[in-house]
């Protein structure tokens, strides 16, 4: 996996779904990215390392030393970063997050494609008006 400082992490990309018939999809540019709190490594040993493997805030708050900044100035301290701040390390690091970027738009533009039916015929059965239902 690609790591940050050899640690694995996850990006939370916030979609909304405005309208589905016709379907229209909005992707914030804005999310999270969380890191694990023990550093990786592919040993065989290591495999059972929840704080290695997993990055979500429930298991690796608990652990001994998980920081976190406190505020927006603050948005690549610790364990939980903001988008911006993986913009700005992919940048220092020479990476290209822009192709990082198009990727995860790619993903859910076909994630979206693959649901669009079901989807479009679960609101017509279900929802009245489509303009009172959000979730």
């Known amino acids: 996996p690609h790591l940050i400082d050899g640690y694995k992490y996850d ?3 916030y979609v909304a779904v405005t309208c589905v018939d016709p379907l229209r999809v909005y992707v914030y540019r804005e999310g999270l990215v969380r890191l694990a709190t023990e ?3 592919d040993a065989d040993k290591n495999l059972k ?3 290695m493997h997993l990055t979500n805030y429930s298991v690796n708050v608990k652990r001994e030393g998980f920081t976190m900044g406190e505020g927006a100035a603050e948005d690549d301290v610790g364990f939980k ?3 911006s701040a993986l913009r700005r390390h992919f940048d220092e690091q020479g990476l290209d997050f822009c ?4 990727r995860c738009k790619d993903v859910i533009t076909k994630t979206m494609m693959c649901v669009e039916s079901k989807l479009n015929t679960l609101m017509k059965m279900h929802v009245p008006d489509r303009r009172n239902c959000y979730e």
Do not use: F
């Open 39 to 41: 550093r990786y490594s």
């Open 11 to 13: 990006m939370r990309v």
């Open 81 to 83: 970063w903001s988008l």
């Open 49 to 51: 390392k929840r704080c």
């Open 99 to 102: 192709e990082v970027w198009a």
